[in-house]
């Protein structure tokens, strides 16, 4: 199989993959041995346990006992695999109807609930990023969710959507942040770097004054609280002014 088939792919038949219009069933042969979704969960798994870069068609094939060339029958390539991943791995959003009326409980147990995908399967952020791509019903059913939170606030439709977008940047950099996170280098790059900013104190002294009353001292709470408020409260200062303009 042609190392193209890897990288390259048909958005149409992507896009029937990931919402069940093509079963992936071959249109001769013997019958299949699997679904697209099995295929995608043992790449999940792959993923899962050693990061996405270690993902190939020919990897998945061998957990499944198929050779590669067989593997295309459930999935085009893949691209078209990680796509479907990303859905599976997704799921169902939160139920946010049973929390009490307001969008901001609601966008902040959702914005909670995304981390916790994140953290399960850490290969999402490298999948996904923010940028245009072929999105599953999972997916669509995340986003929707949100906006749907947003909706009694009388921002219009843009706004909406950009405050989901500015929610989502904080979780998945936050995120980020504590999978690169390497508590022993983090405690020698304190180190050098106070040694550094105590001989040239004169030159930084905000940063000089940070560093005396603590800014760099490990975060004794959850970081996602501090930057949700500062995000909702945002947030909440553009339903109010909106409001005071209809």
């Given at each position: 199989?042609?190392?193209?088939?890897?990288?390259?792919?048909?958005?149409?038949?992507?896009?029937?993959?990931?919402?069940g219009e093509a079963d992936g069933?071959?249109?001769?042969?013997?019958?299949?041995?699997?679904?697209?979704?099995?295929?995608?969960?043992s790449g999940i798994e792959i993923a899962d346990a050693e990061g996405?870069?270690?993902?190939?068609?020919?990897?998945?094939?061998?957990?499944?006992?198929?050779?590669?060339?067989?593997?295309?029958?459930?999935?085009?390539?893949?691209?078209?695999?990680?796509?479907?991943?990303?859905?599976?791995?997704l799921?169902?959003?939160?139920?946010?109807?049973?929390?009490?009326?307001?969008?901001?409980?609601?966008?902040?147990?959702?914005?909670?609930a995304c981390r916790r995908v994140y953290r399960a399967h850490p290969w999402l952020l490298a999948a996904t990023g923010l940028r245009r791509q072929a999105m599953g019903p999972h997916?669509?059913?995340?986003?929707?969710?949100?906006?749907?939170?947003?909706?009694?606030?009388?921002?219009d439709a843009r706004r909406r959507h950009d405050a989901v977008i500015l929610v989502l940047s904080l979780v998945r950099n936050l995120t980020q942040q504590t999978l690169d996170s390497d508590e022993r280098g983090d405690r020698e790059w304190d180190r050098l770097t106070t040694r550094q900013l105590a001989l040239h104190a004169d030159r930084f002294p905000a940063v000089t004054r940070a560093v005396a009353e603590g800014a760099f001292a490990p975060a004794g709470d959850d970081p996602l609280d501090f930057g949700l408020t500062c995000v909702l409260d945002g947030i909440q200062g553009l339903v109010e002014s909106a409001g005071q303009r209809s």
């Open positions: 199989m042609p190392a193209s088939r890897e990288s390259k792919r048909d958005p149409g038949a992507s896009l029937a993959l990931l919402w069933r071959p249109r001769r042969g013997p019958k299949p041995k699997f679904t697209p979704v099995q295929v995608a969960r996405l870069a270690a993902l190939s068609m020919q990897r998945v094939a061998e957990m499944l006992g198929v050779t590669t060339m067989a593997l295309y029958r459930y999935v085009p390539g893949k691209p078209d695999l990680i796509d479907l991943m990303v859905d599976t791995a799921d169902s959003p939160p139920d946010l109807g049973h929390l009490p009326d307001g969008w901001r409980p609601r966008l902040d147990a959702w914005a909670r997916q669509v059913a995340w986003l929707d969710a949100a906006l749907a939170a947003l909706e009694p606030t009388g921002l």
